[in-house]
């Protein structure tokens, strides 16, 4: 039985990946780093930014230290900020998804993006009220693909609505590392292709190509498989 439903953020209700791809790379230039957009999507999408920038500074021979990773992202966070003022960075059809998924049951974000970031576009669009819990970058030890983010959403929801097996909570992602967080979690899975072509999310059980094409009848016929 479908009892709640966890959404991933960036490229599933939000269409603000090629925004967090040129934040990277503005703050990356002042670091003499040329980040490509192959590399971003290939390499680094599906990690929260301290993990990113950490893995972008290995792969390119800088000894960063923690404190260096923090100033990095504060910085990217504030470019961010800029870039999405006054642009509503939703894709077509996600806010009406949102409330009727809301209707139905309980639903939840599990992101790897800041909860600044996340809670800034929900109230500007009006969707605050719909989610039940929100689980960001910094509310894990660890981002996807490990299953800390999609186990923290399910225990925060059944504090909010009693018992909740992940087995009755439907995941929506938009990338294969999502996917492998959330199956290993132990929730239902839809890839969402709005960031990558259908074949790269075989391993979701059911794939659409649209967030505008989401069909609660679809979830709830996982959970009943």
């Known amino acids: 039985m479908l009892r709640a439903i966890v ?7 939000a269409n603000s990946e090629p925004l967090h791809l040129r934040a990277y790379q503005d703050i990356l230039a002042g670091e003499d780093i040329a980040l490509a957009e192959d590399d971003y999507y290939t390499r680094y999408l599906g990690y929260d930014d301290v ?25 990217k966070a504030r470019r961010l900020e800029a870039l999405e003022r006054d ?3 939703l894709f077509p059809g996600a806010a009406d998804t949102v409330r009727r998924a809301a209707i139905a049951v309980p639903i939840a974000i599990a992101s790897g993006a800041r909860g600044a970031e996340i809670r800034r576009v929900l109230e500007r669009e009006n969707l605050t009220s719909c989610f039940t819990a929100i689980v960001a970058a910094e509310d894990t030890p660890v981002s996807k693909p490990a299953p800390e983010p999609y186990l923290r959403a399910v225990q925060l929801l ?18 294969r ?26 391993e979701a059980d059911l794939v659409i190509d649209t967030i505008e094409s989401f069909d609660l009848r679809d979830l709830a016929r996982l959970c009943s498989a």
């Open 7 to 13: 959404f991933d953020f960036d490229g599933v209700l």
């Open 51 to 75: 993990v990113a920038f950490a893995a972008i500074g290995r792969d390119r021979g800088r000894t960063w230290s923690r404190a260096d990773v923090d100033r990095l992202v504060a910085r």
């Open 87 to 89: 642009v509503s960075v």
């Open 158 to 175: 059944a504090a909010a609505v009693g018992e909740l097996a992940p087995a009755d909570c439907v995941a929506l992602e938009d990338s």
């Open 177 to 202: 590392w999502g996917l492998q967080s959330a199956r290993a979690a132990g929730l239902r899975t839809v890839g969402v292709a709005q960031t990558y072509e259908r074949s790269a999310l075989s």
